[in-house]
């Protein structure tokens, strides 16, 4: 696990509010939490204590059992606490082990009241080990008290009061743990989700901005540039291209604030008139049909040929230097099903092989999106762009 994996699943732990089992736990609140809850089952701890205070033991069997109970305790709290850092399960089953060993020789030198600690060695084992482990060690733990059990006077008759809480305790721990961590790993997946949904919409801006701004940056600018030629003899002409270039301009605005709103969905309607606007005015002769007759269209779909109309149309008044351009827009029945083909045929320098740049890769991400597919390349005598995108197929069609 990397430092920042690491990182982010202790921030998830503190904003969960959860205290992981078995695991360091993470700022004060857990921490104060953990203790609480661990301190609230050493109470059952109470009959070895009672039993070393009025149990008729000499003073070197209460020694005995006072530091063996305390390092018992100790090894407990580092296994359940975790303190210090993650043990490997090699650590932690030699932990238990040394545990095991000093719950049977306290039971069999103390007497029966002192069989309660095979319980804690079953927790500690479903609390610390990961469940391929736990799951035998917390039955051979209560296997040991029962063996134990049966050695100690009067031990048979605590036996039922243990064997009970012991399984159910040690398989619980096993439980709460994965539970835990079910909870955290489904936190952390929400977060991925929101992550990845803010990204997609961070794209979105950017391949809306960039097929925005780049088609009415260039019709101002070729506007512009025709203003600047009529002005000395055709100050009229010219006029009516500034106004032209005011009307761009805020056209622009309005669909850049749309596209930071999230509804702008251009129509093909209107993508086809501005593009026979913007290619007239780069003095490209402009064949582009303003009324093509086509199926009705979803609303995506339609919305993701009109984005690459308006990046094709770009990219030859901008790099092209043609002539000519043509567009069609035809329904064609194929093997896959209905589809509609827009293509956009210029008669510039298309030679060479293609370069996907920012616009070629929203397009295709937006036609993908629908369900579409994208071609670019060069052509006889200039350069070709088709988008594709399929018709929903009538209900109780045989595709």
Known sequence: MTVDTARDRA??????????????????????????????????????VDDMISGGHGPGAVTLGALGLAAFVAWYLVLVFRTVRQFAPRRVLLSLAVMAVQAG?????LGREWLVLFVYVAIASGAALPPRYS???????????????????????????LVVPALLGG??????????????????????VAALAANEERLRLARDLHDLLGHSLSLI???????????????????QQVADIEKVSRQALVDVRE??????RPTLTAELAGARTALTAAGIAAAVPLDPTLPELPEEAESALAWALREAVTNVVRHSGARRCTVELVARQTLDGPEVELSVRDDGAGGGP?????????????????????????????????????????????A
């Open 135 to 161: 799951r035998w060690t917390v039955p051979g733990a209560t296997a040991l008290l029962a063996v134990t059990a049966t050695a100690v006077p009067g031990g048979v008759e605590y036996l039922v009061g």
């Open 259 to 264: 596209a930071v709103s999230g509804y702008r």
């Open 105 to 109: 020789v306290l039971s069999l030198a």
């Open 221 to 239: 600018t070729l506007k512009s540039e025709l203003a600047g030629r009529m002005l000395p003899d055709h100050p009229e002409k010219a006029a």
């Open 171 to 192: 398989f619980a721990m096993v439980a709460i743990r994965k539970m835990i961590q079910t909870t955290v790993e489904l936190r952390e997946a929400r977060a991925t």
């Open 354 to 398: 293609v370069q996907p740049g920012n616009g070629l890769h929203g397009l295709t991400e937006r036609l993908a999106a629908v369900g579409g597919r994208l071609s670019a390349a060069p052509a006889t005598g200039g350069f070709t762009l088709a988008a594709r995108v399929p018709l929903p197929q009538p209900l109780g069609s045989d």
């Open 11 to 48: 921030g998830a732990l503190e904003g969960a509010g959860l205290v992981r089992i078995g695991e360091r736990p993470v700022g004060r609140r857990q921490t104060v939490v953990k203790s609480l809850w661990i301190g609230i089952w050493l109470l059952y701890l109470s009959a070895p």
